[in-house]
């Protein structure tokens, strides 16, 4: 009998116990749970009642009257914990401390479904075991929670062929995105697919990109370094199409949302500025990408008409090269207050960038942001040539002191012109022109570096009047660089390198000689 209550006890409390981490933290009910609990609980009140039955004198009396108190408070302390975790499982609030906010929602999907007027329906097939469902699951849940017409459940293909079947599922991990009459199948389960998926299968039509050929100007059909495959990619994936356009032959079609003149190496011909300037006047959207170097003075005519001038120059910048590796490549990390770089925080990179800047005397009608400049410590320098050979130095009467516009915005209020002239609201379009001076920040090279694709992206999805594809969009949580300066990478590596090995060294032999000594 003793050797029972010194048993009961114990065996009781880690019963209970195992009955809350099961109920509680492992989120299971039912008989493996609630078993476990009603036998510890009943174990705990039996080794009570004999610590109390076979007490005989005051001490022991009192001994068991403090193990009751402590078995009691045990078991509130527990019922506390169990009934924590079951409201924070239904009622919990998650904050996200990694710098980055790798784990939240990025606010270009945060704002798309605050706008989501349609019910979108996630149906996902996954094993039950597959590594990747319960990362999807959290995603998901976290869609849900900003925005409850987004429904999602998860079918294991195994175990129900027939909807494999009815979807035309030919692997694991297929996620099936629908709204409406409206289907999309992809295959990745990052931030940015899913976002994509739900504006491709809710946008009731598709907006077209055309880009300008037949003067040098970069492809979005080449996959090299120096091509604009990777912004193809990019824009197709928020839901637009993008093709070709020879104005040497065929006419601007009625159906462009965008054009885009990237970087032409040869200035158009007169017919084509006019064809250009038309299209603006009728409340069309361009963007123009103009490097340095180059001569194309209707291109520029045409700009300058917005109260955008572009200067015969190219930005030096000192600083860049402790971040880039070359005076030629500015670091951009200061905008304008406008849509396009609202809540614009990371730096961008323009290699080899021509200055611009609003013209002091606006056209009637236009209005003119700087939507991009450098830091003070960059110039424009205005000698080409001597740029050319890398001979370049600030001359205050000739070259232009920083900061330096390298992005500017301008919107001209359009009267009433025909239908094919509206906006994504069905109203007046206003005509709208964004010109960066540099092309390559857009190319293979450099899209994905620091800010610059969420910028030319931000810029499409103004031009195209959707505001609400304008935001910081999700990051690759894998590629995550870090850009050190010189001094910076100097200090990373005498520290760790150098500075930490020496000292363990030091000690080493200061502990040796002070052995010796004292033997």
């Known amino acids: 009998m003793e050797r029972l209550r010194r048993i009961l006890g114990p065996l009781g409390l880690v019963l209970v116990i195992a009955g809350g981490l099961i109920y509680g933290i492992l989120s299971s009910s039912g008989w493996p749970a609630v078993v476990p609990l009603v036998i510890g609980i009943a174990l705990v009140a039996a080794s009570a009642a004999l610590n109390l039955r076979g007490a005989r004198s005051e001490g022991s009396k009192r001994n ?17 914990l169990v009934l924590l975790q079951m409201l924070a499982s239904r009622h919990g609030v998650a904050f996200d401390t990694t710098a980055n906010k790798r784990f939240s929602l990025s606010p270009q999907t945060v704002k798309i479904l605050d706008r989501l007027g349609k019910e979108v329906v996630f149906t996902c097939f996954f094993k039950a075991d597959a590594p990747d469902r319960t990362a999807l699951a959290d995603l998901l849940r976290e869609y849900a929670d900003e925005n409850p017409r987004v429904k999602y459940s998860f079918i294991d293909p195994d175990k129900d062929p027939v909807a494999a079947r009815r979807y035309k599922i030919r692997s694991y991990g297929t996620i099936v995105v629908e709204s409406g009459g409206s289907e999309e199948q992809i295959a990745q389960t990052t931030e940015e697919k899913l976002t994509n998926a739900i504006l491709k299968v809710t946008r009731d039509t598709k907006r077209i990109i055309y ?5 040098g100007e970069k492809s979005i059909d080449d996959a090299q370094p120096a091509g604009l495959s990777g912004l193809k990619s990019s824009v197709e994936a928020e839901g637009y199409a993008i093709r070709n356009l020879l104005t040497l032959r065929d006419s601007i079609p009625p159906d462009c949302a965008i054009l885009l003149i990237p970087g032409p190496e040869k200035d158009l011909y007169a017919p084509e500025r006019g064809m250009i300037e038309r299209f603006m006047s009728g409340g069309g959207s361009i963007l123009v990408l103009i490097d340095p170097l180059v001569d194309v003075p209707r291109l520029e005519n045409i700009v300058e008409g917005y109260g955008i001038e572009v200067t015969k120059s190219i930005v030096v910048d000192r600083f860049a090269k402790l971040v880039s590796g070359n005076y030629l490549t500015p670091v951009v990390n200061q905008y304008g207050k406008h849509a396009i770089t609202e809540g614009f925080k990371v730096a961008s990179f323009f290699p080899q960038v021509r200055a611009l800047a609003a013209a002091k005397e606006k056209p009637a009608g236009v209005e003119i942001e700087v939507l991009a400049s450098t830091g003070a410590s960059a110039f424009a320098e205005t000698n080409l040539a001597e740029a050319l050979k890398g001979k ?51 190319s293979n090279a450099y899209l994905d570096l620091s800010g610059n694709r969420d910028l030319i992206l931000n810029t499409i999805g103004w031009l195209a009047e959707e505001e609400d594809l304008i935001a910081v969009r999700a990051k690759d949580p894998v590629s995550q660089p870090v850009i050190l300066n010189m001094r910076q990478g100097r200090t990373v590596f005498w520290l760790p390198v150098v500075g930490l090995p020496a000292i363990v060294g030091c000690i080493g032999v200061l502990v040796l000689v002070h052995r010796r000594r004292s033997a």
């Open 392 to 442: 370049t130095r600030y001359e205050p009467d000739r070259d232009l002191a920083g900061p330096l516009a390298v992005a500017v915005v301008a919107k001209k209020e359009i009267a009433p012109s025909p239908a094919r002239n509206v906006g994504a609201g069905g109203g007046a379009r206003n005509g709208r022109i964004v010109v960066f001076g540099d092309s390559d920040f857009a």
């Open 211 to 215: 880009c300008l050929t037949g003067h």
């Open 64 to 80: 068991a009257r403090f193990g009751i108190n402590a078995a009691v408070s045990i078991l509130a302390f527990a019922a506390i």
